[in-house]
Structures are given as structure tokens and as C-alpha cells.
Nanobody
């Protein structure tokens, strides 16, 4: 089925910015999309999600610093990460939901994950 390919991860200094991209092999226009992350010793958590209608939600820890967006024509989802903190260090996963809204269903597909490391 659909494949999600992530890029843009890397090592950045605290206070810096990073832009993650997620390219899908198929159409994403009808599906909610999101980003999850998992830090060492912690459970995987939702970072941000965007519905097919561009309704968004963010984790409290990243609200005001991160921005999720989508370009359906390019079949790509982005995560702009600003004012990065060491606690943002994690593997970030791109996700596609079953339905058009992230509140209505679970995740259908997962990307391979990309490492984001924020140094202090």
C-alpha cells in the first residue's frame, strides 16, 4: 500500500530550526496526516496532526514552536520545528490516518522514522 518516506532529520543546536518532510507514494488528500515521536526511555507520543480539511492539533510541549502543513498535490507533509530544545530529541515518524480526521480513527501507515538530535 502507501509508503511514507521521511527526510530532513539531523543534528541541530538548541534554539535552532529543522524542517522534516514526508513524501507519500499515493494520494493523501482524503486522509489526516501526523507526526509522532519517540524519545529514549519514553512512550511514543503525538507531536502534531492535520486533517484533510487542514484542521490541526499540537502537543502542548511543541505548541507555538512547531508547525505542521501539507501539500496534497506534492503528496507531502511537513513539520517545521523551531526553537528546538534538547527534550525534542527523538525519532520522528510520519503517519497517515484511516480517515479524514485524526480524532476519528487510528494510524493506518507509518514512515520509517528520522532521527532528530538537539544538542545543548
Amino acid at each position: 500500500q502507501v509508503q511514507l518516506v521521511e527526510s530532513g532529520g539531523g543534528l541541530v543546536q538548541a534554539g535552532g530550526s529543522l524542517r522534516l518532510s514526508c513524501a507519500a507514494s499515493g494520494s493523501i488528500s482524503l486522509n489526516a496526516m501526523g507526526w509522532y515521536r519517540q524519545a529514549p526511555g519514553k512512550q511514543r507520543e503525538l507531536v502534531a496532526a492535520i486533517s484533510a480539511g487542514r484542521y490541526t492539533t499540537y502537543a502542548d510541549s511543541v505548541k507555538g514552536r512547531f508547525l505542521i502543513s501539507r501539500d496534497n498535490a506534492k503528496r507531502t507533509v511537513y513539520l517545521e520545528m523551531n526553537s528546538l530544545k534538547p527534550e525534542d530529541t527523538a525519532v520522528y515518524y510520519c503517519t497517515q490516518y484511516y480517515s479524514s480526521h485524526y480524532s476519528d480513527s487510528g494510524v493506518d501507515h507509518w514512515g520509517q522514522g528520522t532521527q532528530v538530535t538537539v544538542s545543548s
